[in-house]
């Protein structure tokens, strides 16, 4: 069993930060079993790959959309995963969730939703103009 939990949504003006934590737990978690993939999905849209994080905290791929402006990072020891956001834009605005899968290696060819059998309840994100 793996379970996730979000942290660190909030309400900023654009231009504004934010720092998300997935906190991972459960008896099967393993940063070197399972990679970590954070998503979003904003009101009437369908949910999306945002940034991953996967061989162990070696590779990182991010979406066009965010690229320069998100950062995501991992902390082994902790269990634990962050997306650090700057620069951000009323676009940003969305329940920001981070889902998990196995093998470790795997999630950075794996964008879809449907492939990652974890999730995490879910932070939400609101950035006004």
């Known amino acids: 069993q793996v379970e996730l939990v979000e942290s660190g949504g909030g309400s900023v003006q654009a231009g504004g930060s934010l720092r998300l934590s997935c906190k991972a737990s459960?008896?099967?978690?393993?940063?070197?079993?399972?990679?970590i993939h954070w998503f979003r999905q904003a009101p009437g849209k369908e949910r999306e790959s945002v940034a991953v994080?996967?061989?162990?905290?070696?590779?990182?791929r991010y979406a066009d959309a965010v690229k320069g402006r998100f950062t995501i990072s991992q902390d082994n020891a902790n269990e634990a995963q962050y997306l650090e956001m700057r620069g951000l834009t009323p676009e940003d605005t969305a329940t920001y969730y981070c889902?998990?899968?196995?093998?470790?290696?795997?999630?950075?060819?794996?964008?879809?939703?449907?492939?990652?059998?974890?999730w995490g309840q879910g932070t939400q994100v609101n950035v006004s103009s």
């Open positions: 459960g008896s099967a978690y393993s940063p070197h079993i399972y990679c």
């Open positions: 994080i996967y061989n162990g905290g070696g590779s990182t």
């Open positions: 889902a998990a899968r196995t093998p470790a290696w795997t999630c950075g060819t794996s964008a879809s939703p449907a492939d990652y059998r974890y």
